[in-house]
């Protein structure tokens, strides 16, 4: 199943994109994807006519104390992240659905790309404990706004995650 997530992970990546050594390695790439963050999130917020969500997406709650995160080890790291984009890229699905209008549509595909890369990604990183399994329920809030899922998806790309690879290249990067 590894070796299938890797595969199907290296198919759906955009050029540009890295292998998981090389995107913890290089300090760049994760400023390259907050940059993107950042601009999904600016574009979506100027789309104009933006539906009020009918049905309200459940986002993950992505802001967290340096301190605590610190303790953590970096398999229960990663498992909060995949969590998070699991439940991220549910919403994104889920407004999907829900915004017919051609410019949201478009950055959430893009969000979408990005976030469901990223949950890709993180599932090819191994532990001793095994596989990941889906079924994890991360502290969450509904919003109605699609630019939350913009504003979580940037928070969780400059939060979270930027911090777990800052973590791992301490171990991958000798």
């Not at 400023?31 to 601009?39: G, L, R, T, V, W």
């Not at 599932?123 to 994890?136: D, I, L, M, R, Y």
Request: aromatic letters at 8%; hydrophobic letters at 40%; one cysteine or more.
């Amino acid at each position: 199943p590894g070796l299938l997530l890797l595969t199907s992970f290296l198919l759906h990546m955009e050029e540009g994109h890295a292998s998981p050594t090389r995107l913890v390695c290089d300090n760049r790439l994760i400023q390259k994807y907050i940059a993107e963050a950042k601009d999904m999130e600016k574009r979506a917020g100027q789309c104009q006519a933006l539906p009020t969500l009918s049905c309200p997406m459940v986002l993950p709650l992505v802001d967290f104390s340096l301190q605590q995160w610190k303790s953590k080890s970096n398999e229960t790291k990663q498992q909060e992240i995949l969590c998070d984009l699991a439940l991220l890229v549910g919403a994104v699905v889920g407004a999907q659905g829900q915004v017919t209008q051609e410019c949201g549509a478009r950055q959430l595909s893009q969000l979408y790309r990005h976030a469901n890369s990223f949950l890709l990604l993180l599932q090819t990183f191994s532990w001793e404990a095994g596989p990941w399994e889906p079924g994890c329920s991360p502290r969450s809030m509904e919003q109605t706004h699609v630019t939350s899922i913009f504003l979580t998806y940037r928070q969780l790309v400059q939060g979270k995650l930027r911090f777990f690879f800052h973590d791992l290249a301490k171990d991958l990067c000798k």
